[in-house]
C-alpha cells in the first residue's frame, strides 16, 4: 500500500511587493515528504526556506502552487480553517522561542489548548505532562524571564507538540544556544517525533545539524530545491 | 474556545497594565457619574416638584377670574375702518392696528363671576367643586365684653383646608352649623384681653362682623348721557362726580392748548365736588368663635394653592357660603360677582381639559397644573443637557480608551502574533480586546455609579439647603432619586460606549500579520 505523503508541495512559487518592483522568494519549488519523515531545510540567508516553512505553518498563502499537509490543501482553506489548522495539524518552534513573557511556562503551553476549546482542568494536566516529558516539571510556574535559553525552547517544544500535530515545524531552533544544549535539544525533539511519528521540517544553515538531525536533507538557493 | 478563557485573556491583559487600566477606568467612572447625577437629580427634582405640589392637591385646582377681552366681532366696523385712500395690504394692515387699540381701549368682561357663572362651572364634566374666594374688611366685635372694636381682614376658608389647617392651635370649623362659625387669629384674641396660652377659652363665644362695602361706580360718561338728566340715578351720579374728580387732577397733563387749559382748571375751580351721603352699604352678622389659628412664621408650611396667602394674614376665616352670602349682598357683587374662584378637578389628567372649557365660558382659567408643566418642561430640559454634557464626557473617556488600546495593541503586536501562529482565530483576537472595552466599562460604570449614590446624600444636603428656603416647605425624600432602569442603563451605557471604542483598536489587532510580528526581536 502506498503511504500518502505528509506533505506536498508542487510548483511553490511565492512574490512578495507585487507591482512595479516584484521581489520572486520561491520559484516554482516541489518536493513530497512521507509522515515520519525528517527534513532539514538548508540554505543560506534569502534562499527563500523561512517563507517555504510560514507557507507551510499556514501563515501566508503563496502566489501560485499547491501545498498539501495531511491531505488538506491549504489554498483552499478560508482564514478560519487556516486558523484550525494551525491549532491542530501543525506545531511551530522558533529560533527565538517566541514565549508569552507575561505568562508562565504552564499557561504557555496551555494556549494552544485555549484555542482549542479544551476544558480547564484538562488542559492544566496535559501542559503539566508536557512540561515533564521535557523534563522541565520543576519549572512550571515560573515566567520566560526566569528560564535558560534551553529551557525556553524545551517549553516551546512542550507548546507545539500539546495538541499533537503531524507536523512539525521547526525555524533555526537551536540557533541561540551552545552546542551542548542543542545536543539536548535535539535528542528531545528526536525522542518526540519518534514516539508520536511526526513530520518534522527544520530551516536550518547548519550543515553538521541537518545531518546529526534529519533523515532527508533538502537543499535551497535563490528560491529553488537544488538537492 | 471558551468565553471564560476569552475573558481570562482580556483580564490578564488588563491586569498588566495596571496603572493604564485604572487610568482609563477613572475616566469612565467619572463620565458615568455625571451621567447618574444628572439623570439622578432630574428625577429627583420632578419628582419632588410634583409630590409637594400632590400633597397640597394643588395639582387638580384651577383658578378662575374674570377674563376682560374684546372679541374680534365686537369691535365695531367704524372703528376698525381706516379712512383715505391706500393699497389693499396697508388696509389691511390698519385694519388690524385700530381692531387692537380698539380692544386695549375697551376691554369687556367676558363673563362675570356670578353665582351662575359658579353654576355653570359646576355643570361642567370632571368638575368637584367651586368655591369662590372671598375676602373684605370689615370691623368685629367681641359680644358681652368691654372691648374695642377691631378692623379684621375676613377671608373665606374651605373647612379643613391645608392653607390654614397647620396653624389651628384650637377648635376648627364643626361639621354641624358652618354657616355661623368663624376662626379666628390669635392676635385678634389677644386685642381683645386672651393673653394667656389658653386660647381655647374664646371658643363658643360670639362675635359680630360689620362690613362696610363701596357702591360701584359706572365706569362710562357715555352710560351718564344716554340717560335724561331726569333719570339719573344715585349710582349714576356717583360715576359723575367720580369722573370729573379724577378729570379734575389731570387737567394740567391733557393734551389740549393754553386756553382751553386756563378755562378747564376755572371751570373745575368752581365745581364742588361732594360724596353722596349713601355711598357705603353696610351688613352684619354674628358668629361664633369655632377655632383659632396662630399667627404665620417663616418656614411654616406654605401650600402652594391660589389664595391661600391671603389667609397669611386674615384675623377672621370664614366658611365660604357665609363670606359668599355676605359678599353678595352688595350691588357691585351681584353684577360683577367675585374677584376669583378655585375650582377642583377630579383629576390631574382632566386639569387641561376642563382649563379648556373654562376659557370657553369666557373665564380666565390659571392652574398650578399647566405651570408646572412649563417647569417641569424646563427641568426636562435642563437634564437633557446636562445628560449630554455627561455623555460628552463618556464619550472624551472613550476616545482616551481608543488611544490606550491601540498603543496597547501596538505593544502587544508579537504576543497577538504567536497567538495566531498558535491557532488563535482573528475572532477570537477581536474578542479579547471588545471583552477588555466591556470589562473597563462595566468596572468605570460600576464605580461611577456607586460614587453617585454615595454622593446623593450629601448631594441631597446641600440642595435641600438651597432648595428649602425658597419653598418654605420640607421636600419629602431625597432630591437623588436611583430608579431601576438609571441603575441597570448607566453601567450598560458605559459598557456600550467602551465596547464601541475598543472596536477600531480591535479590529486592527485581529489585522497583525503574525509573520511581521514574529521576525521581529
Known amino acids: 500500500m502506498v503511504q500518502s505523503p505528509a506533505i506536498e508541495v508542487v510548483d ?148 507545539a507538540l500539546v495538541n499533537r500535530p503531524t507536523v512539525l515545524l521547526a525555524d533555526e531552533p537551536t540557533g541561540n544556544l551552545d552546542s551542548s544544549t542543542a545536543q539536548e535539544i535535539l535528542a528531545l525533539l528526536s525522542v518526540h517525533l519518534e514516539r508520536h511519528g511526526t513530520t518534522l521540517v527544520m530551516v536550518t544553515h547548519d550543515e553538521d545539524l541537518a545531518t546529526r538531525a534529519a533523515t532527508r536533507i533538502v537543499r535551497m538557493q535563490d528560491g529553488l530545491v537544488v538537492g | 474556545m471558551r468565553f471564560r478563557d476569552l475573558a481570562a485573556f482580556a483580564l490578564s491583559a488588563l491586569r498588566q497594565q495596571k496603572v493604564r487600566t485604572m487610568l482609563t477606568v477613572i475616566g469612565v467612572m467619572v463620565g458615568t457619574f455625571t451621567l447618574v447625577m444628572s439623570l439622578s437629580i ?46 389693499d395690504a396697508k388696509r389691511k394692515r390698519l385694519e388690524a392696528a385700530l381692531s387692537k387699540r380698539f380692544k386695549g381701549a375697551s376691554p369687556t368682561e367676558l363673563a362675570p363671576l356670578t353665582p351662575e357663572t359658579l353654576l ?16 373684605f374688611n370689615g370691623k368685629a366685635e367681641l359680644l358681652g365684653a368691654d372691648t374695642p372694636e377691631e378692623s379684621v381682614e375676613v377671608v373665606s376658608a374651605t373647612p379643613g383646608s391645608p392653607d390654614y389647617r397647620d396653624r389651628l392651635i384650637a377648635g376648627g370649623f364643626g361639621e354641624a352649623n358652618q354657616y355661623n362659625s368663624v376662626i379666628v387669629h390669635e392676635y385678634l384674641l389677644y386685642r381683645w384681653g386672651f393673653e394667656g396660652d389658653d386660647v381655647g377659652a374664646a371658643i363658643g363665644r360670639k362675635i359680630r362682623i360689620k362690613s362696610e362695602f363701596r357702591r360701584s361706580a359706572a365706569p362710562s360718561l357715555l352710560a351718564i ?16 362726580r367720580s369722573f370729573l374728580t379724577r378729570l379734575k387732577g389731570m387737567v394740567p397733563f391733557l393734551p389740549i392748548s393754553v386756553s382751553e387749559r386756563t378755562a378747564a382748571t376755572k371751570l373745575f375751580q368752581n365745581l364742588r365736588l361732594s360724596p353722596p351721603k349713601d355711598n357705603f352699604e353696610n351688613f352684619e352678622d ?62 390631574e389628567a382632566h386639569v387641561k381639559s376642563v382649563a379648556k372649557e373654562l376659557e370657553k365660558l369666557g373665564l380666565y382659567a390659571s392652574s398650578l397644573a399647566q405651570i408646572i408643566d412649563t417647569v417641569r418642561m424646563n427641568l426636562l430640559l435642563i437634564t437633557i443637557a446636562t445628560t449630554f454634557v455627561a455623555v460628552v464626557a463618556l464619550t472624551v473617556a472613550a476616545l482616551g480608551i481608543t488611544n490606550t488600546m491601540i498603543m496597547s495593541v501596538l505593544e502587544r503586536t508579537r504576543e497577538i502574533g504567536i497567538i495566531k501562529a ?60 436611583f430608579p431601576a432602569w438609571l441603575v441597570l442603563g448607566a453601567p450598560l451605557i458605559a459598557c456600550l460606549i467602551t465596547t464601541l471604542a475598543a472596536v477600531y483598536p480591535a479590529r486592527r489587532a485581529s489585522r497583525v500579520d503574525p509573520i511581521t510580528s514574529l521576525r521581529h526581536e
Open chain 2, 422 to 481: 498558535l491557532g488563535a482565530r482573528n475572532g477570537q483576537i477581536q474578542a479579547i480586546f471588545l471583552i477588555e472595552g466591556v470589562l473597563i466599562g462595566l468596572l468605570g460604570g460600576l464605580l461611577g455609579l456607586a460614587l453617585a449614590y454615595l454622593a446623593s446624600f450629601p448631594g441631597d444636603r446641600i440642595a435641600k439647603a438651597i432648595m428649602e428656603p425658597q419653598t418654605h416647605t420640607p421636600i419629602p425624600g431625597s432630591i437623588f432619586i
Open chain 1, 12 to 159: 511553490l512559487v511565492k512574490v512578495y511587493g507585487g507591482g512595479v518592483h516584484p521581489v520572486p522568494v520561491l520559484r516554482g519549488v516541489s518536493f513530497a515528504l512521507q509522515p515520519g519523515e525528517r527534513v532539514a531545510l538548508l540554505g543560506k540567508s534569502g534562499s527563500g526556506k523561512s517563507t517555504l516553512l510560514n507557507l507551510l505553518g499556514g501563515l501566508d498563502r503563496p502566489t501560485s502552487g499547491k501545498i498539501s499537509v495531511a491531505g488538506q490543501e491549504l489554498s483552499a482553506l478560508d482564514p478560519h480553517q487556516q486558523a484550525a489548522y494551525r491549532l491542530s495539524t501543525v506545531g511551530m518552534i522558533f529560533q527565538s522561542y517566541n514565549l508569552i513573557g507575561s505568562r508562565t511556562a504552564l499557561e504557555n503551553v496551555e494556549l494552544p489548548m485555549i484555542f482549542a476549546g479544551r476544558p480547564a482542568g484538562e488542559r492544566r494536566e496535559t501542559a503539566r505532562l508536557a512540561l515533564e516529558s521535557v523534563g522541565l516539571a520543576h519549572r512550571i510556574e515560573h515566567r520566560p524571564n526566569q528560564l535558560s535559553g534551553g529551557e525556553h525552547q524545551r517549553v516551546a517544544i512542550a507548546r
Open chain 2, 225 to 240: 348721557l344716554k340717560h335724561s338728566e331726569a333719570h339719573l340715578s344715585d349710582d349714576d351720579l356717583e360715576s359723575i
Open chain 2, 42 to 87: 432630574g428625577r429627583g427634582v420632578d419628582h419632588a416638584i410634583l409630590s409637594l405640589f400632590r400633597d397640597a392637591d394643588a395639582l387638580r385646582k384651577i383658578e378662575v377670574r374674570t377674563r376682560f377681552e374684546t372679541r374680534e366681532e365686537d369691535v365695531p366696523a367704524a372703528a376698525k375702518t381706516p379712512t383715505g385712500v391706500m393699497s
Open chain 2, 120 to 135: 355653570k362651572v359646576q355643570g361642567l364634566n370632571h368638575v368637584q367643586a367651586v368655591q369662590p374666594s372671598v375676602s
Open chain 2, 286 to 347: 354674628e358668629f361664633t368663635i369655632s377655632g383659632v389659628v396662630r399667627q404665620f412664621m417663616d418656614g411654616d408650611p406654605n401650600p402652594p394653592n391660589p389664595n391661600a396667602w391671603r389667609l397669611h394674614h386674615a384675623e377672621v376665616i370664614m366658611p365660604p357660603q357665609a363670606a359668599a352670602s355676605i359678599y353678595l349682598r352688595t350691588t357691585w357683587a351681584r353684577d360683577h360677582g367675585f374677584e376669583n374662584a378655585v375650582v377642583t378637578v377630579d383629576d
